[in-house]
């Protein structure tokens, strides 16, 4: 995604696919075995929707990050 948005574009994951394995694994005809996880939106985002101007709290880096040298 960070590579995605690198080369100007952006994306969303979905896991919401998961809830459908019967439908979507009819679809993309999967052995029982395998369900659809995860798809990924990919495209280039409207900056004028109220949706795309959401903007999730969060924790500042030095609460939960910390460099190895
Ligand atoms: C692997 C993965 C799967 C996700 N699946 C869903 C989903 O099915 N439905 C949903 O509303 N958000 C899903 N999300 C969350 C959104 O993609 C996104 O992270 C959220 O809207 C918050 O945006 P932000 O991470 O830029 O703050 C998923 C995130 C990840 C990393």
Redesign the pocket.
């Known amino acids: 995604m960070l590579l995605l948005c690198e080369a100007g574009l952006d994306s969303?994951?979905?896991?919401?696919?998961s809830i459908y394995p019967k439908t979507l694994g009819a679809f993309l005809d999967l052995p029982d075995n395998r369900i659809l996880w995860?798809g990924m939106s990919i495209g280039y985002k409207d900056p004028a929707n109220p949706a795309n101007g959401?903007?999730?709290n969060r924790a500042p880096a030095d609460e939960w990050l910390i460099v190895h040298d």
Request: glycine letters at 0%.
């Open positions: 969303c994951p979905q896991e919401c696919w995860t959401l903007r999730a």
